[in-house]
């Protein structure tokens, strides 16, 4: 599988090669220069697999040929074994024909959880194979800072740095942000809205020649492998209501596109016909954090 820039202009990359680069030098996406489709046997298939084996099966199309599928199931066992529901992503009928998926079983109890320690798993076995170290710099409105911190606290190869909107976040978030004492991660509060975060992410980006002095990656939405580690709770649910054979909507509740993006990039793999996969999109734009019974 072979990446492109949405903007054209930046190398083409392998899927670790993504992983580790985060945001392209052209200040574009990466993307698979083709997607990756399933049959309907290929389907069928996957809809008596445990959660963590059916999220390998996914990303072993992403990720090939840099790691395999064996590979996979034991970096996603790994990262779904903290997860306090043996279904990982358990499905709460609502009423008839609306079900709830339940993403707020993590360590954080936050949707993120679900790509974020895929995320920690797979960059220590890059970064392990390459004998290397990179610094993750991210941007949070609280959700996002608090998962990624989880997943790659104590990781030797990794070092973190989230910048977050000062008195702007939950209290909940805050302090799993800010009360981790491994010296890997670094918490700043940044005078400002999530944008201004972001802004400056960006901005350090945009520094080539510092980017790779420094050796930055990311782990928000504009990191592809973060986007393919969301896709299988789509495809799961799908499976889990009848698709391929029949046709599933979606409402997310997001502002933020990335997680909307893995529901496309999930149909996109789907057999033509009869669609997997159709989704609709309600947006909000605080996510109040799930508490546990």
Not at 91 to 99: H, K, R
Not at 183 to 203: I, S
Not at 248 to 268: D, M
Request: glycine share 6%; hydrophobic share 40%; net charge negative.
């Amino acid at each position: 599988m072979r990446y492109i820039s949405t903007r054209g202009n930046a190398p083409v990359l392998s899927f670790s090669d993504v992983l580790l680069t985060g945001l392209a030098e052209d200040g574009g996406l990466y993307l698979p220069e083709t997607w990756p489709e399933f049959s309907l046997a290929d389907w069928q298939a996957m809809r008596a697999l445990p959660y963590p084996e059916l999220a390998a099966r996914i990303l072993a199309r992403f990720a090939a040929p840099d790691i395999d599928e064996e590979t996979l199931k034991t970096l996603c066992a790994k990262a779904y074994a903290g997860f306090d529901h043996p279904a990982i992503v358990p499905l709460t009928q609502v009423e008839d024909g609306l079900f709830v998926q339940e993403l707020f079983h993590g360590p954080t109890l936050a949707f993120k959880d679900m790509a974020m320690q895929v995320l920690g798993q797979l960059f220590e076995h890059v970064l392990t194979q390459r004998d290397d170290h990179v610094t993750i710099v991210g941007a949070t409105s609280g959700d996002t800072g608090s998962a990624a911190i989880e997943a790659c606290r104590g990781r030797k190869r990794l070092s973190v740095i989230i910048l977050h909107p000062k008195g702007r976040t939950s209290e909940v978030q805050r302090r799993q942000m800010t009360t981790v004492r491994e010296p890997n991660v670094t918490n700043l509060a940044v005078e400002g809205t999530f944008d201004d975060c972001q802004d400056l992410v960006k901005g350090l980006f945009a520094d080539i020649p510092f980017r790779r002095e420094m050796h930055l990656s990311a782990v928000n939405s504009i990191n592809w492998a973060r986007i393919a580690a969301q896709i299988p709770y789509y495809v799961h649910a799908a499976l889990a209501l009848g698709a391929p054979e029949r046709e599933v909507s979606f409402a997310v509740p997001t502002g933020n596109f990335g997680n909307i993006l893995a529901a496309w990039a999930a149909r996109k793999n789907g057999p033509a016909h009869p669609p997997a996969l159709r989704r609709v999109q309600s947006e909000r734009y605080s996510d109040p954090v799930p508490q546990r019974q």
